[in-house]
T-cell receptor
C-alpha cells in the first residue's frame, strides 16, 4: 500500500534556521501532499506536488520529489516559532464511485518540528 | 475563510455505548471523509462519501461504523458499540469537486472509550 514515512521523527532548530523534513513512500503515486498539524488541531494543507513535477515553491516552503527514489523533502526556510507543528506527507489514491472521482489520503507518522525563539 | 467544524471537541464514553461524531463540511464541498489518528500513530483513512453513498471504506470501517448526511449541512460518523481501541482523534474532511486532491480538515473530536 502507499505510505509516507517521514524522517526525522523530531527536529528542533533555532528561529531563522532552515528545516528539512524527508518522506519516503513505497508505491507509485498520483501526487504527494504535505500537511501541517498544530498541537490539538486539524490538518492544514500546505502544498501538493504532482508525480511529473520535481520541485515546487510556495512562500517559504520548497518541496522536491524524486520518483525514482520514491522520496520527497519539505524545506522551510527562515523558520519562525509559529512554524512549530507536526508535518505530514500524504500520498493520494483516486477513489472511484458512481458519480465521479475523489481521493483518499495515506499519511506518514509525521515529523515534529520545534522552532525555538 | 470557510472551515470544517466538528462537535464535540472531546467525548468520553463507556465501552459498548454508541457515539455520534458530528461534522459540518465547507458548504459548497461535495466529497466528505473521516480519518482517525490513534495517539502516537498515523492518520488513517476510514471512509469517503459522495452523493449520499459511501465511495470507499477501509478495513477499519467495519459494521460497527456508519456515516450519514442527515441534512444539507451535517455529516456524521456513528460507532454503534464502542471498543477500547476506538479511542482516537477523529477528523472529518471535505473537498470541493471531482479530481480535487486537496482536502480540508476539521479540528477533530478526541474520543476516549473507558
Amino acid at each position: 500500500s502507499q505510505q509516507g514515512e517521514e524522517d526525522p521523527q523530531a527536529l528542533s532548530i533555532q528561529e531563522g534556521e532552515n528545516a528539512t523534513m524527508n518522506c519516503s513512500y513505497k508505491t507509485s503515486i498520483n501526487n504527494l501532499q504535505w500537511y501541517r498539524q498544530n498541537s490539538g488541531r486539524g490538518l492544514v494543507h500546505l502544498i501538493l506536488i504532482r508525480s511529473n513535477e520535481r520541485e515546487k515553491h510556495s512562500g517559504r516552503l520548497r518541496v522536491t520529489l524524486d520518483t525514482s527514489k520514491k522520496s520527497s523533502s519539505l524545506l522551510i526556510t527562515a523558520s519562525r516559532a509559529a512554524d512549530t507543528a507536526s508535518y505530514f506527507c500524504a500520498t493520494d489514491a483516486r477513489v472511484r464511485n458512481s458519480g465521479g472521482s475523489n481521493y483518499k489520503l495515506t499519511f506518514g507518522k509525521g515529523t515534529l518540528l520545534t522552532v525555538n525563539p | 475563510e470557510p472551515e470544517v467544524t466538528q462537535t464535540p471537541s472531546h467525548q468520553v464514553t463507556q465501552m459498548g455505548q454508541e457515539v455520534i461524531l458530528r461534522c459540518v463540511p465547507i458548504s459548497n464541498h461535495l466529497y466528505f471523509y473521516w480519518y482517525r489518528q490513534i495517539l502516537g500513530q498515523k492518520v488513517e483513512f476510514l471512509v469517503s462519501f459522495y452523493n449520499n453513498e459511501i465511495s470507499e471504506k477501509s478495513e477499519i470501517f467495519d459494521d460497527q461504523f456508519s456515516v450519514e448526511r442527515p441534512d444539507g449541512s451535517n455529516f456524521t460518523l456513528k460507532i454503534r458499540s464502542t471498543k477500547l481501541e476506538d479511542s482516537a482523534m477523529y477528523f472529518c474532511a471535505s473537498s470541493e469537486a471531482e479530481y480535487q486532491e486537496t482536502q480540508y480538515f476539521g479540528p477533530g473530536t478526541r474520543l476516549l472509550v473507558l
